[in-house]
């Protein structure tokens, strides 16, 4: 049957919007705020640069592959004020941009920085980036979970998603979901999460394809994980 799926928005619109493109104006704003002719890090072009990201859901992904050209250089003022960019949108992006930044092929760019061949200060920032971005996930994962609580009390009473416009918005949002929490997990697998992190993540995806499959196969809902359903989980069909 046909899938129908909400339009993601707002705090909803999480690390699970995707997108690909060339860089376009925000490749050159990028560009500009990593310029090594500053003189310091220009604030309000980082600032115009994560409402840039916000506006389009391909940002995260135009934003990271940018980013990821101006870590990769060899000199270091490039480096630092990328990193200070990457602070910016960590703190004043949305969801999206998180998980973006969490990548393995991101995070492996960050940590080639850790060693401290380009300097102690690019060392400790790249590893508080890390840590801060780690941090901003494990909210957003909460959010997920939440979701499919929701999803799971409303299943049993609803009639469906192809009359249930609140449900199927739901779902949309939960489908969304899959292919991140993949990467996410994947990035986790090749050691850029730690053991926590990656639990969260395995466990919160267990429950998010288990509850995507009762809704379409209208079967009953199975428990969700002790770790982090609290035991809890209702039954019930859809």
């Known amino acids: 049957r046909a899938r129908r799926g909400g339009v993601l928005q707002g705090p909803t619109r999480m690390f699970f919007s995707g997108g690909d493109g060339d860089g376009g104006e925000l490749g050159g704003a990028i560009d500009k705020a ?5 003189l ?21 992904s135009i934003a990271v592959k940018c ?25 004043n992006g949305n969801h999206a941009m998180h998980a973006a930044i969490a990548s393995k092929e991101f995070m492996g760019d960050m940590v080639s920085l850790t060693d401290g061949k380009r300097g102690w ?14 941090e901003k996930l494990k909210n957003d994962l909460v959010v997920v979970e939440e979701k ?32 991140r929490m993949v990467d996410l997990i994947e990035a986790g697998m ?16 267990d429950d998010l394809l288990k509850t995507l499959e009762a809704e379409e196969n209208g079967t009953p809902l199975p428990p969700m994980s002790p770790s982090i359903g609290g035991g809890g989980g ?3 069909g859809g």
């Open 121 to 134: 200060e690019i060392r400790e920032e790249a590893l508080k980036l890390i840590q801060d971005d780690f």
């Open 40 to 60: 310091g890090v220009d604030w309000g072009a980082n600032l115009e640069i994560c409402d840039m990201i916000l506006s389009d859901p391909a940002g995260p």
């Open 190 to 205: 090749q050691g850029m999460l730690d053991e926590g992190l990656l639990g969260m993540a395995l466990a919160i995806n």
């Open 148 to 179: 499919i609580k929701l999803c799971r009390e409303m299943l049993p009473q609803s009639p469906g998603i192809e009359t249930d416009d609140t449900l199927a918005e739901v779902i949309g949002f939960l489908e969304g979901c899959k292919p």
């Open 67 to 91: 980013l990821r050209r101006k870590i990769k250089t060899d000199n270091p003022k490039v480096i630092n004020l990328a990193l200070q960019l990457t602070d910016a949108t960590i703190k």
């Open 234 to 236: 209702g039954g019930g």
């Open 34 to 38: 990593t310029d090594p002719m500053l």
